[in-house]
């Protein structure tokens, strides 16, 4: 037993009100994991969110193998269930925001990027697994960086050295005196707070999300004793309540991360005015 008292109290199972034992808030010990296999003292370690991301990969690509790789003209319940989504990223995202002619090369890592993040999002409801990788945030920062890499180098591609510096300060002449101090935060904004946001818009969601679903569950099993049975059942209720509105925001920032990504892509390809 730990001789942290509070470490003691966050995972005690059998802590229940009116026992004399304090509730087991959730807090930052909810997101970290001993390693499965490794040393985490020499960060060369296996961990849960790593084997979640790991399998999560591997069914979305087990998935699509699946339903691809016999196509139909009249396709079967899953190749239609891929084709559904499939079709649905390619032309409510990429084509509405970049455009046909340009966005046709980019769907393929839109989907990707889209299929991979709802994946894991929805570890947060699946029983055992019980948590969204995504509010870990190295992972959506690794994806920012993908993204941001890539609007770096096509904004080089497509205007040049010049043309890229146009694009990153929203140079305009007819700002006229202000135009130092406009391009001076438009370079400060798109450069920096840019990835930044990006990433942690996925990340505090994912984060927020996962801490209310383990508060209202921690508290139904800790409210479960004498008159707190009541209490236990509105706690319970909520939980079913958050777990419905979690599936909404998980799929919610997978689409908010790609349409971001989309935006900024289109942006690197736009000609500066």
């Not at 997101?31 to 790593?50: H, I, T, V």
């Not at 006229?176 to 001076?184: D, Q, S």
């Amino acid at each position: 037993m730990s001789a942290d008292p509070t470490q003691v109290l966050a995972f005690e199972t059998d802590c229940h009100i009116f026992d004399g034992c304090g509730f087991p808030a959730p807090g930052l010990h909810s997101f970290l994991f001993e390693p499965l296999w490794g040393n985490a003292d020499s960060n060369q370690y296996f961990n849960k969110p790593m084997l979640l991301a790991l399998l999560g990969s591997i069914i979305i690509v087990g998935f699509f193998w699946a339903a691809f790789r016999r196509p139909k003209v009249v396709p079967g319940k899953l190749q239609m269930v891929a084709e559904t989504g499939y079709d649905f990223i390619r032309r409510g995202v990429v084509y509405e925001t970049i455009g046909k002619k340009e966005g046709e090369k980019y769907v393929p890592l839109i989907v990707s990027l889209f299929f991979f993040i709802w994946m894991m999002n929805l570890w947060s409801i699946v029983p055992v697994a019980q948590f969204p990788v995504t509010s870990i945030i190295a992972y959506p920062a690794v994806l920012a960086l993908i993204v941001y890499v890539l609007w770096v180098s096509l904004t080089f591609k497509r205007h040049g050295f010049v043309g890229f510096f146009k694009n990153v300060t929203g140079y305009d002449k007819s700002l006229g005196a202000v135009l130092p101090l406009a391009m001076t935060i438009e370079f400060f904004s798109n450069l920096l707070v840019r990835p930044f946001t990006h990433a942690v818009r996925l990340f505090a969601n994912m984060f927020a999300g996962h801490t209310l679903l383990l508060l209202f569950t921690i508290a139904s099993w800790y409210l479960l004793n004498g008159i707190g049975i009541a209490y236990a059942g509105v706690s319970f209720i909520m939980t079913i309540v958050m777990t419905a509105f979690e599936l909404f925001i998980q799929a919610l920032q997978a689409y908010v991360f790609v349409l971001l990504t989309c935006t900024y892509i289109q942006g690197a390809l736009a000609e500066h005015h």
